[in-house]
């Protein structure tokens, strides 16, 4: 059994497939998350701990992107002015080189190891992997999960609409598009330069070809996977009733081809 990091824009399906490793012998941390059933009836399988350390690191790169939010006082937060708990919403470059803030950071993530084998899941990764790759075992693979753009952008501005914690969250579907392809164009050129072994992962196939899917997830990780929360009343893909950019469309056709290539 390797050892997995999952991660993909939230709202994509990572927790299903999270669910999925957990429930088959993987540890992802002390104390989940409560399922709500409005988002996640079966469990967002995260926990605070690696979500306290993620949104850690990136808080030093709040407001990046328009600096000139850092000399603003707000009163709703935004993808340029998330707060704690927020930062899986924050627009960044996907080039940006994000940098461990300190010791005690570092110190933590390498506790974190020492539960194997370990499937640990936070969209945050997305960005953070910069800092943990320097910590994770030889034999850690990273699980990138995706849907249909049009899809996750509805549903994360569901989640904003619905979550309290969100409630105050400022954000628009330009920005919201532009936070899905921003992380999978930086997963995608991670594929390409880490050492680290990616697998793009159709979520979408997933819920219409289970077992072809599966099989192929299990041969990923080297384990047989338990599946009991595989359930096709848990797949809710949105008509689209908004244009997306040629770029996130490229982008979408690219993830595609590399979950298909990579069988």
Not at 9 to 25: C, E
Not at 131 to 148: A, C, E, G, I, Q
Not at 213 to 238: A, C, D, M, P, W
């Amino acid at each position: 059994m390797k050892n997995i990091l999952i991660t993909g824009t939230g709202r994509s399906g990572t927790s299903l497939v999270t669910g999925i490793l957990n429930n088959s012998g993987y540890y992802s941390g002390n104390n989940l998350y409560p399922p709500r059933v409005e988002s996640n009836p079966t469990g967002f399988f995260e926990n605070h701990e690696i979500n306290g350390i993620n949104e850690t690191i990136l808080a030093h790169y709040d407001g990046v992107s328009k600096p000139w939010y850092k000399k603003t006082v707000k009163r709703y937060s935004s993808p340029f002015n998330p707060k704690y708990g927020q930062r899986w919403l924050a627009l960044l470059s996907p080039s940006i080189k994000i940098e461990s803030p300190s010791k005690e950071i570092e110190d933590r993530i390498k506790k974190l190891m020492h539960n194997k084998p370990f499937a640990y899941k936070d969209p945050r990764f997305v960005y953070t992997f910069d800092v943990w790759k320097n910590f994770l075992p030889s034999d850690t693979f990273v699980l990138v999960v995706f849907r249909d753009p049009f899809s996750t952008i509805q549903s994360m501005h569901k989640e904003i609409n619905t979550a309290e914690y969100l409630t105050e969250f400022n954000t628009s579907y330009c920005q919201l598009e532009k936070i899905w392809l921003n992380n999978y164009s930086r997963l995608y050129k991670y594929s390409k330069i880490e050492k680290t072994n990616f697998l793009f992962f159709n979520y979408t196939n997933l819920i219409l070809n289970p077992e072809e899917s599966i099989l192929r997830l299990e041969e990923f990780v080297g384990t047989k996977l338990n599946t009991t929360l595989l359930e096709k009343s848990l797949f809710h893909q949105t008509e689209q009733k908004i244009s997306l950019s040629r770029k996130t469309q490229r982008l979408f056709t690219i993830l595609k081809e590399s979950a298909i290539n990579q069988q």
